[in-house]
Every structure is written in structure tokens, then in C-alpha cells.
């Protein structure tokens, strides 16, 4: 079934679109990219996902259910994680207290006061165990802050993955990689495929078409093209706007 | 966070406690009940600002009005006593009630915003209640009310130094030791998380506001306690324990102290109080009437003190040591 | 309550209105290039009020009490952002609340040192002495200047922001002073100029200040605390936000503190109306303030950002 529809949405920045009647639809289990030049309107689609920021028009709809207004903690308990373009995490606190503050979100109330967070196992376990599944868990016990870059990118998935989601908003989660890096990160996603779907966002031409079910295409905050990877190879308004200055580059 | 055992920290922790828990045996040896005021008065504003350092070391909320819950603890004691009502168990249940109301009040106003516009908010709030209280005649008004007795505990009587100053100790433990437990909690985690980026805590799923104001209120009732055992100790119930001087003198005090411990506050209001009295007593026969200078003027020195420390001692004196070490790691 | 002792009213609460805007109008926009609050602002407007005392009494004329206060306190604001505040722009609001109340601290007792704690005073120009007719009805003289000056330094202040070339840098630097230095604009010259011109109006706050409240140890405080109330109520940035929330907050505390209280007696026992109104008077600017915040957090005018 159609996990996650989106209608028309729009945001406007004094007198620009940065979201411009978009739609898009992810299905269950796969995993949906979106491709675009810079400044095209990517993460500002992301942060209306996620509820960071409301739209001026337009509808998002969640399993079915409408949730333009739910607010963004709220998402996160539906089941929609994200992850950040530029680094998010706790800084001040180790890998694995990061992702053991993840599990926490999703595991009843916080309102304990007495009882160390530290030494309570149905949040080290899970978050453990996430951390083993994106290759991390030899520095669970590193601060955050003290990270090589590739290695906070992988805590920013762990976060995502951490809190049990049934889809994942991906912005970017290659950035600043190095190209082993984003072999581990892709070997990871394609594992994810089926149990997870994903929105992904990715500057990463190789990753996209190596991972994506379907492709869309944002320019200018408008989706000018959705089809499969092939579909989109073949799309000459695609090449026009978009494939044929990062041919250039690549 | 935790004190390690053995280590340079908490060597000082142990004796700094163990210090304070044999003022009244030394002062009686030394024949220097005044000791026993003076860290009595360490030990209150201690308290009041460990209640802060629970939203602001390790919540991040730099609230500029947190005397004004020491004021609600004064005026519980006061105003009750004025119209008869002794118990100290009424006055702390009042101080408590007061305070939880006004505390969720106030907080769900003030967390509304956040960086320098909540400083600005806190601050114009307890200026609100210092007003308050000025115009309050019948309880003193400007100048304050006298408090004809100490609270009356049924099993205890405060009459006697020692007695009091071993209850504001015993409560002093209790909020260090709580206070210990609440930052590892869960609830810890969460407030330390939003300190450290709220916006990735709110997408992890959880409703801050909620938490910000549970750990608000606390740091309130903390407060309020203190504010009793104030008024207990100086029998006196002044608006001027409002003033933003005093919020102002806690957040100076945890500065001191090391915003990211839980002793340190304590450390910093025992720095503030020393200071002030040693720079009013300042008698060491310099020329040019320097000493009757700085006896006068002690609060520029201590304005001059705040800037450098600011400037340099990044984590107060206490919180310098926990880097050291923590820099050793 | 007679009409005509309402208009009085009505009158010193714009008066207090006036002067209010004179303190916030610089200290929000620093705060919204910067984003930086000087509580040490309310020293500024002390010390602009000591040296025109002094330099008063020194020549014995206003017009040169001013001329003399207002460049000094200039020259001292800038001196001291230059000093001690520019390290703090990089650094949290903690560190800058800290610092700033250090050096409250340390001009109190400056002032205390050089003029003792007892109030000085300082009398109205004689020119001013009398009364102005308004509508018919009388009205100080002085705090009619004061009215007229504010309008007339508030009119000069809207030219300069709205008209002219270094105002539409302050208005794009206070809505986004990074984007404003990323396009290779001095902001840190800018900011100085702003604190500047900010130092310039609270001395002028505090000349004409001087002859109606007490200068003495302590003054700034109290003003600035009431300045926050108007920014925040306001909207912070905003320069139409601190002159409608000064106008604001100087009419409800002035009127409110003159009238609550027979108000009240009207409709309640006179026992809980002498008690409550004012308590409650004194209360009514920060209960506005909280009801502005519950409905608009960001204030009245809130400047939007980009």
C-alpha cells in the first residue's frame, strides 16, 4: 500500500517556492530517491515530513492518515524517523548513549527520576544492536564529539534506525563520505530494503541508482520527473535540468 | 559526572562535605558561633542554587529569576506567621504549593521562548513579584517583616543554631544525593539532550516542553525550600531576597562552582559568601584608605572577579578540576 | 476620576513611554544585529544621568549638561563594547548575562565611590518651569519638552532607519546580521555604531530623566528591567515594536497605578481594594506582557526573519 502521499505541498520564503506543488508517493518497502540540483528545495521537503517546519498548502498523508499538523514528536512516535544533512547528534554524549536516547523516545514516558538510564538493558540492547548493524559498535563508547565525520554519519543513521521507524527521511546521509564510506552506508541501505521504505535524498549519483526503486526528480521545488532509475535515465527533460551538469562533474 | 572514587574530585567532594558536616562541633571549639550563621547562610544559598543548576547546568535554561522562589519560601514562613500559623510543616507545604503553582504558571509562559528572550522573560517576572511584594504593606512592604519565632516542627526546635543548621544540611544532602539519582535518570538524559540539541530530541519523539517544565518546577520547589530555611535563619522575610541581585548572585554561584556538577554550586555559593566577607572586614592596613575603599566598594571587585572568571575559568573552579580530568581520560 | 486628571495621566504615561523608547530603541537593535542583550544598558543610562547632573551643576545650564553627557557617554559605551563586550558575541548567553552583570556591578560602585549614595538632584531648567496649556488644561512644561524631544529623536530615528542607506544596513543587519556580513559588510563597525548611537539615547533618556527621578546608585536597573518588558512585549529587533510597546507599557503602568486602585473600590469592599490595587497595579505592565507572550511569542511587531 501507499505509505506516505504527498499533495501539493507548498512553502513559501517571502517570494520564493522553496516547495512548489509538489506531490510524491513512497510505497511500502521501497526505497523512493530524490534528486535535484542544489537549492532545489530537498531538505526544506524534508523538514515539512518530518514537522520541522508547516506548509503554506498542500497535504501530507501517513498510512493513510492526514498529518499536515501533527506535530513533529508526534511523527517520530507514528513512525517517521529522519536524518540530517549536516550532523545532529549529542555531542556531549557517547555513540551509545546517542542511540540509547533514540530507543528511549519510543519506550514509554521518561518521567523516572531514580533509576540509571545507563544500566537499564531494554535501552542498551536495541541501541547496541543498532549500532552493531551500521558498524559502529566498537566506538560505543566514544563521545560523540570525538567522531571521525564518516563515523558521526553512521550515528546519524543509527538515530534514525534506533527508534524502530517505519520510514526513514534520509538527507543526504553520504555527505562529506569518503567513497569507502558510502560502500558501507549503501551495503547497509540495500539490506534495509523490504524491511524499512525510505525517502532518500542523495547528491550521490552511483548510491541512487544503485539503491532506488523509483526516482524523483525536484527542480526549482516543482517534481518534474518520477519513474524508475531507467525511466529517469532515459527522461530527456531530466538530462536538460538536472543529469547533464552532474555527468559533467562525475 | 559521578564521582569516581579516588579521584582528585572527589577527595575535595568528601572533604568538603565532611567540612561542612563538623561546622557546629569546630565553632563550638573555637568558641565562633558565628560559624555556624555563615555556613548555615553557605549552606541555604547552596541549596537554592543546586535547585537552579538542575535547568540551567545541565538543563541549559539560564533562568535570571530564580530568586523569586526563595522569596515564596520567605513570605510562606512570613505571612503565616503573622496571622499565627507556626507549623513548619504548613509553612513548607505552603512554600511548596506556592511555588508549584506559580512555578507551571510562569514556566509555561517563559518556555515559550528560549536563548536570551528567556533570560529577559525570567528576569521580568520576579522583578513582577519583587513589586508584589514591595506593595504588600500589611506584610512590611519595602522594608520587609520580622519573624516572631522559628518554624515549629513539632519534634524539633529550630531555636537552637545547631539544630538548624544540621536541618538545612540533612536537606542539603537529600537535594545532592536526589539530584545525583534525577541526572542519570531517564528523565535526566532527557534534559540533558535537550540541552545539548533540543531540535534532534523533539524529532527523536519527545515532547520537551513537558520535561523542560517538570525539571522548571523542581528547580522552583528547590528554591522554595531554601527560601524557608532562609527566613528560619535570618527571621526575616524581605522583598530584597527577590531582587534580581540575588538571581543574579545563584547564577554567579554556579559559575564558581562548575555548572556541570552537582557539588559545585554549593562550592560557588561558599566562594560568594566568603568573599563578601572577608572584602567587608578587609583590614589589612594598606595606604591611601585602599582598605576602607574596598570594604565599601567590594561588589566591583567582585563585578571584576565575575568578568575574568567569565573570561578565563571557562568551568569554575570546581568544574576546572572535573576537566582536568576528564581531559586526562 | 475626572477627565482632566486622566489626561495628566494619559500625558506622563506617554512621557515614561517616550523614555522608555529612548532605552529600548538601541538595545533591540543591537540585540537583533548581534543577538546580543547589554544588560548593562540601564549603567549606560546612569551614567549619562550622573555626568549631566554633574556637568549641571558645573555650568548651570542644561542645554550644555547635555552636550557634555551625551558625547562622554557615547565615548564610554563604545569603550566598553570595544573592551569587554566584543569578546562575547561568539559566546552563549550565559556568559554574556554574566559579564554584563559584572560590570553593573562595577559601575554601581564607580558611582558610588565618586558621588556618594545619596540621591543627587537635579532641578528643572527654569525655562521649563512652569505649565503648558493643553486643550485647555495645564501640564508641566518640562515633561511636555520631554513628550516633544522623544517625538522629534523618534521621527529622526525612523528617517535615519527607513531612509536612509546605514539604516537599511541596521535593518538588514538586525534581521540577519550573518547574511548582512556574508555579503562583506562591516557588521562589526555597523554593531558599533548601533551600541553607539544606543549610548547616545540612554544619555539622553538620563539627562532628561535627572530632574523628575532620583539619580542615584542603582537607577539603571529598575529602567532596564521595564526596557526588557518593552522589547519583549514589542517584539525583539523591532524598532516600531519598542516605540508602540514603550508608548504601551508607559500608558498601562501610569494609568493603571492611578487608577486600579479606585477601580477597584468601586466594585469590591474597601479592605481587599486597598490591599489589592496596588499590588496589582504594580503587577499590570509584566501580566500584559505574560498575555502578549501567551498569544505571540514573539511579540507584538516581531521583526521577521530571513
Known sequence: ?250 | MVERMGSARFWFAAAFIGLLALVPAIAAAAGEPYYVTVFSRIMVFGLAAVGLNLILGFGGLVSFGHALYIGIGAYSVGILSFHGVTSGFAHLGTALAAGAMLAVLIGLVCLRTSGMAFIMITLAFAQMFYFLAVSLRQYGGDDGMSIAARSDFALVSLDQAAVLYYLIFGLLAAALYGLHRVVHSRFGMVLRGCRANERRMVALGFPTLRYKLAAYVASALVCAVAGVLLANLTQYASPAYMQWIVSGDLIVMILFGGMNTLLGPVVGSAAIVIIEDLLTAFRLGLPWGIDAIVSAHWMALLGALIIVVVLALKNGLYGWLVAREAGAD | MTSSLFFTQLLNGLQLGILLFLLSAGLTLVFGIMNFVNLAHGSLYMMGAYFAAAAYRWSGSFIVAGLIAVPATLVLGLAVERVALARLYSRDHLDQVLTTFGLILIFNEVVRFVWGSAPVYMNVPSALAGTVSLFGLPYSAYRFAIIAVGLAVGAGLYLLIHRTRIGMLIRAGAANGAMVAALGVNIRLLNSLVFGLGAALAALAGLMAGPIFAVQPGMGEPILILTLVVIITGGIGSIRGAFYGALLVGVVDTVGRAFLPGILREFFERAIAQAAGPAIASMLIYLLMAVVLALRPKGLFPVKHG
Not at chain 1, 530537498?42 to 501517513?62: C, H, M, W, Y
Not at chain 1, 538510564?117 to 564529539?145: F, H, I, W
Not at chain 1, 525510505?198 to 550521490?204: G, Q, T
Open chain 1, 1 to 250: 500500500m501507499t505509505l506516505l502521499v504527498v499533495e501539493r505541498l507548498l512553502k513559501r520564503f517571502g517570494g520564493l517556492a522553496a516547495t512548489d506543488s509538489f506531490d510524491l508517493a513512497v510505497e511500502t518497502g521501497e526505497i523512493h530517491a530524490v534528486i535535484g540540483p542544489n537549492g532545489a528545495g530537498k531538505t526544506t521537503l524534508i523538514n515539512q515530513l518530518s514537522g520541522e517546519i508547516r506548509p503554506d498548502a498542500g497535504r501530507i498523508v501517513f498510512e493513510g492518515e492526514d498529518i499536515t499538523r501533527t506535530p513533529a514528536h508526534r511523527r517520530s512516535l507514528l513512525g517517521i524517523s529522519r536524518s540530517y544533512q549536516i550532523t545532529s547528534v549529542l555531542r556531549e554524549f557517547t555513540a551509545l548513549q546517542n542511540v540509547a536516547m533514540a530507543v528511549q523516545a519510543h519506550a514509554g514516558h521518561s518521567f523516572e527520576f531514580w533509576a540509571p538510564a545507563a544500566l537499564e538493558r531494554s535501552l542498551t540492547q536495541p541501541a547496541l544492536a543498532t549500532l552493531r548493524q551500521v558498524g559502529l559498535a566498537d566506538r560505543a563508547q566514544t563521545l560523540a564529539e570525538k567522531l571521525a565525520h564518516g563515523e558521526q554519519r553512521q550515528l546519524e543513521l543509527a538515530m534514525a534506525l534506533a527508534t524502530g521507524p517505519k520510514l526513514l527521511l534520509l538527507d543526504e546521509p553520504m555527505a562529506g563520505m569518503s567513497h569507502r564510506e558510502a560502500e558501507g552506508i549503501i551495503a547497509l541501505l540495500a539490506s534495509l530494503k523490504g524491511r524499512y521504505s525510505i525517502l532518500l535524498v542523495e547528491h550521490d549519483m552511483d548510491a541512487v541508482f544503485a539503491l532506488a526503486d523509483r526516482i524523483t526528480v525536484m527542480v526549482y521545488g516543482k517534481a518534474i520527473a518520477c519513474g524508475t532509475p531507467d525511466e529517469i535515465r532515459a527522461d530527456p527533460q531530466v538530462h536538460e535540468a538536472y543529469l547533464g551538469d552532474e555527468e559533467a562533474d562525475a
